[in-house]
C-alpha cells in the first residue's frame, strides 16, 4: 500500500498540538499553495490521502481542550479554557489562532494575548497521524506546539478530534473542534 503525504501543515492538529506541548493558537493567510503536494514512495494521490485531506478542508472552532500538567504526561490530563480557530485549506497549509488565561494552561500560552501558527502538515492514513511542518508563529513553535510529537486525528462530518502523544506514548493534550458552517 502506498501513502500520499501533503506537506501541508494540517490541523488541525496543531491545537492539539498546541496543548501537547503548550497552549498556544496558531493563525496565518491561507488562499494559496505554500508549496506543492510532495509523493513518497511512489504514493498514489487519489488515495486515502485525498479524502483526509477534503475531510480536514475547512474552518474549526475549538470546543474543548484537556493538557496534562507540563513535564508530567502520567498525570491526568485537566480541562484547559481557550479559544481558538483552525483553518486547514484545499493545498494542505494549517493556520491557527488560539489564546487563554487559565492557570491550567502552559506558561508559554499565557504569557502573550493571542497565538498565532501556520505550516503544513504530513498525512499519514495508515496511522491516522499528522506531522507538523514548517511551523512559524508569533511565538517560538518549539516552545508551544511540540512539532516533533505525534499527532493523531480523528475527524466525523462536523468534529475533529486531535490528540498529542509524548515520546513514550501517552497523551498529552487533546483538542475537540467543530466544522465552522460557512
Not at 58 to 74: C, K, Y
Not at 136 to 148: I, R, S
Not at 169 to 176: C, D, H, L
Request: with cysteine; aromatic share 6%.
Amino acid at each position: 500500500m502506498t501513502r500520499f503525504y501533503w506537506t501541508p501543515l494540517v490541523v488541525a492538529a496543531v491545537m492539539a498540538a498546541a496543548a501537547g506541548g503548550c497552549s498556544r493558537p496558531m493563525t496565518a493567510a491561507h488562499g494559496a499553495p505554500m508549496s506543492s503536494p510532495v509523493l513518497v514512495n511512489g504514493a498514489d494521490p487519489s488515495g486515502n490521502v485525498e479524502l483526509t485531506r477534503r475531510q480536514l478542508t475547512g474552518t474549526w472552532d475549538l470546543v474543548t481542550l484537556e493538557s496534562a500538567p507540563e513535564g508530567d504526561a502520567s498525570k491526568a490530563r485537566v480541562p484547559v479554557k481557550a479559544q481558538g480557530t483552525l483553518i486547514y485549506d484545499e493545498f494542505g497549509n494549517l493556520t491557527m489562532n488560539a489564546r487563554t488565561t487559565d492557570p491550567s494552561a502552559p506558561i508559554a500560552a499565557r504569557e502573550v494575548t493571542a497565538m498565532s501558527f501556520k505550516g503544513r502538515a504530513v498525512i499519514d492514513t495508515a496511522n491516522s497521524e499528522l506531522k507538523l511542518m514548517n511551523l512559524t508563529g508569533n511565538v517560538d513553535p518549539n516552545e508551544v506546539l511540540a512539532p516533533e510529537r505525534r499527532r493523531r486525528y480523528a475527524v466525523t462530518l462536523d468534529t475533529l478530534t486531535l490528540s498529542s502523544y509524548d515520546e513514550r506514548g501517552q497523551v498529552t493534550a487533546i483538542s475537540t473542534w467543530k466544522r465552522r458552517k460557512e
